[in-house]
């Protein structure tokens, strides 16, 4: 079976400070692992993919996630907060076998204050 | 197109009345999901197309929930004698697996509002 946890419904950092958005997943084939951001009224923007290959894979706007299959962990971080940081992420299993192979985990509410 | 494209961007429909939600995927995209997601909440899976088969229907919340995707491209997204519930945004996602890259793309979203 698949599944997302983020741990954290909501996340609050200062601007310039490094943000942390956990997530754990399980899943019993070797996953996909994305991110991804929606800004308010706006639609899902991916921000990075962990597809078997490196696994500190790097993003858009200074984002990074490190896959850790020990701790099936896929955290995302970035060293310096900016306000236009400011939305929801998600974090996404996806696996190659089933029907329905997307799983998506309940958010995380970035909110950067000034 | 260049992405996913979602139509209409917004509907107003009145109680009962049916309505039809529009997704046009990424050319040669094999998969294509339907999600519903609530204000402040995450997607929630309803319905996923393997080219024209409907392999997974499991999350079609009742039988007033209709999608279809007839020449494996388009899928239209209906929705019979709508409900005050059934305002939420509805999210199309195409993705070309189980050759292709896997991420999912997705639409701008349809946002129903049933008064």
């Known amino acids: 079976a698949q599944s997302v946890t983020q741990l954290d419904s909501h996340v609050s950092v200062s601007e310039g400070t490094p943000v942390l958005l956990r997530c754990n997943y399980s899943s019993s084939y070797s996953p996909s692992l994305f991110w991804y951001v929606q800004h308010p009224n706006k639609g899902l923007q991916l921000l990075l993919k962990y597809t078997s290959a490196a696994t500190l894979v790097k993003g858009i706007n200074g984002f990074e996630a490190e896959f850790k299959k020990s701790e099936t962990s896929f955290h995302l971080t970035k060293p310096s907060a900016h306000m236009s940081d400011a939305a929801e992420y998600f974090c996404v299993v996806s696996v190659r076998s089933g029907a329905n192979n997307l799983f998506f985990g309940t958010g995380t509410r970035l909110t950067v204050i000034p | 197109g260049a992405g996913v494209s979602q139509s209409p961007r917004y509907k107003v429909a009145k109680r009962g009345q049916d309505v039809a939600l529009r997704c046009d995927p990424i050319?040669?995209?094999?998969?294509l999901f339907w999600y519903q997601q609530a204000l402040g909440q995450g997607p929630e899976f309803l319905t996923y197309?393997?080219?024209?088969?409907?392999?997974?229907k499991s999350g079609l919340p009742s039988d007033r929930f209709f999608a279809e995707r007839p020449e494996g491209s388009v899928s239209t997204l209906k929705i019979q004698r709508t409900q005050q519930e059934d305002s939420a945004v509805y999210l199309c996602?195409?993705?070309?697996?189980?050759?292709?890259?896997?991420?999912?793309?997705f639409g701008q979203g349809t946002r129903l509002t049933v008064v």
């Open positions: 996602a195409s993705t070309r697996p189980p050759q292709g890259s896997p991420e999912a793309f």
């Open positions: 050319s040669g995209h094999v998969s």
């Open positions: 197309f393997q080219n024209e088969a409907q392999l997974d």
